[in-house]
């Protein structure tokens, strides 16, 4: 027996129906029912399966049905406008059962992200990756990423690693930020005018310890590279102008090959190259390029045999090791087109990055990503089809909330967490220097010389111009061991308490 509302008796005479009328009846029973199998139609309505999958099928080309798995792991069908109810109220529920963490649980948090907490740090080559994995489009200080930031997240780090994920061609380094504009020249006099030029081109750039370094998967250097300007530096010494005229005509070539073929002692073309990494236009096939360009020049080439750099465990310091220098590659004009595809791959590096993104923590992020307005769009997409949550995830901050699903579970940990009165230093270069942007005061200048010190998730202490400041009431036993641990000083394993 079937039970049918008058007005809509006709569809129903003479049974069974007909097939136009059959797509009516089931668009009335998909607009009351929600998910539903197409056989559990098919009893209701005593007609066989393949009538209603046809039926189905018109509403489908029409846009008025959905098939999916929505409640069960068998096929359904939901009316479009129903769907999107159901979505939404789901949505509504996953957001009330979130409940936020405060700053410092956060911070806690991200201690055991990324790994810096000893306990929590990672080992061996294969490790290095997913941590690059994490890192990647960080900019940092050259000379901060082999002395603080991996060896902060790694138990006995190599640096033979990096320069194996390099020479394979998994990542790439290269500085990314433009360089500010050359200071235009000013002075009525033309010799004073040519004077000035030719000073700053003589000074040139070279790849101090500050300057931006970014690691990058090298299937994404396209899609990083179209979020920067990218136009060529037109203020360059004249061996660095010739040094890149070389590499650009011949393409790929080796530190010797070079200083060979450009008429340059092998110190000046270091120095030519050094200019070109600071300006974002060359790289090498390894990090060891850059580290030996961040030594002095006079201690570059002089390392030992190989075995005795083996065992200290140094990684090899000769240009020769460096592999070949090539031009920066530069983003084809169809790549600036694909807007979406990029944004969507910087939201899912910053959720590897810090689990929960908000529009306050992107003031740790390099200036040139994209707007937050557009990663607001791309993250309403990913929860949309459920790969990411939103909802509130840090109390005290406005705004949308991001978070992977297994960010949330751990920050449900955390926050039942006991305090256990850790100490972590790490650099100022560090990604995980949030002071005056997660925590209340001012903001500690990014410099791989200053430092910061955390205690179960709060800074208590930092170091900058030789100087070290208490963010906090500590008795003074607690300074000195604060102090120790900012600066990273052995303690005696016995304390003289007469002292």
């Not at 129903?12 to 009351?32: A, H, Q």
């Amino acid at each position: 027996m079937v039970w049918v509302a008058m007005e809509r008796r006709a569809l129903f005479e003479p049974l069974p129906p007909s097939d136009e009328s059959l797509v009516e009846i089931v668009r009335g029973r998909l607009e009351g029912l929600g998910p539903v199998a197409a056989s559990a139609i098919a009893d209701s309505l005593a007609v066989p399966t393949s009538r209603i999958n046809i039926a189905l099928g018109k509403l489908e080309a029409e846009g008025f049905a959905m098939r999916g798995r929505f409640s069960t792991d068998g096929e359904e069908w939901c009316e479009r406008r129903l769907l999107a109810r159901v979505h939404r109220y789901t949505v509504k529920r996953l957001r009330a059962e979130i409940e936020p963490v405060q700053a410092r649980d956060f911070l806690r948090f991200l201690c055991e992200w990324q790994r810096v907490l000893p306990e929590s740090r990672m080992q061996g080559s294969d490790a290095l990756a997913a941590l690059l994995t994490q890192l990647e489009g960080f900019e940092a200080p050259a000379g901060a990423w082999e002395t603080e930031i991996i060896p902060s997240r790694m138990a006995e780090y190599e640096p033979q690693w990096l320069d194996e994920h390099c020479r394979a061609g998994r990542v790439i380094w290269t500085r990314l930020a433009a360089r500010g504009p050359a200071r235009p020249v000013t002075g009525s006099s033309t010799h004073a005018a040519l004077q000035a030029t030719e000073s700053e081109r003589g000074r040139g750039a070279s790849p101090i310890r500050s300057t931006p370094i970014t690691l990058l998967a090298r299937r994404n250097v396209p899609l990083w590279s179209a979020l920067t300007d990218q136009t060529d530096p037109t203020l360059l010494t004249s061996r660095a102008a010739s040094v890149a005229e070389f590499i650009r005509e011949h393409g790929a070539s080796f530190f010797d090959e070079i200083a060979e073929h450009a008429g340059m002692l092998p110190v000046e073309v270091e120095d030519a190259l050094a200019e070109l990494v600071a300006l974002g236009m060359v790289n090498s096939d390894s990090f060891a390029g850059l580290r030996v360009l961040l030594l002095p020049s006079g201690r570059r080439g002089r390392s030992n045999s190989y075995a005795s750099r083996r065992k200290r465990r140094l990684a090899l310091f000769g240009m020769a090791d460096a592999g070949r220098w090539a031009l920066v590659r530069r983003p084809a004009a169809a790549a600036s087109g694909r807007g979406d595809e990029a944004v969507e791959q910087i939201v899912r590096t910053l959720l590897r990055r810090w689990g929960v993104i908000f529009w306050k923590l992107l003031g740790r992020e390099a200036n040139w990503l994209p707007p937050w307005r557009d990663m607001l769009m791309c993250c309403r997409r990913l929860e949309a089809r459920g790969e990411i949550r939103g909802g509130r995830f840090v109390a005290g901050f406005s705004g949308e909330q991001y978070a992977t699903p297994e960010a949330v579970g751990l920050l449900r940990d955390v926050r039942r967490k006991a305090h256990t009165q850790q100490y972590v230093s790490l650099s100022a270069a560090d990604p995980l220097n949030l002071i005056g942007i997660i925590t209340p005061g001012a903001r500690l200048a990014s410099l791989a010389g200053n430092r910061l010190l955390y205690r179960d998730g709060l800074p208590i202490a930092t170091f900058a111009a030789d100087e070290v400041q208490y963010l906090v009431d500590l008795p003074e036993r607690e300074q000195w061991e604060a102090k120790t641990a900012l600066l990273r000083r052995h303690t005696p394993l016995v304390l003289d308490e007469s002292a």
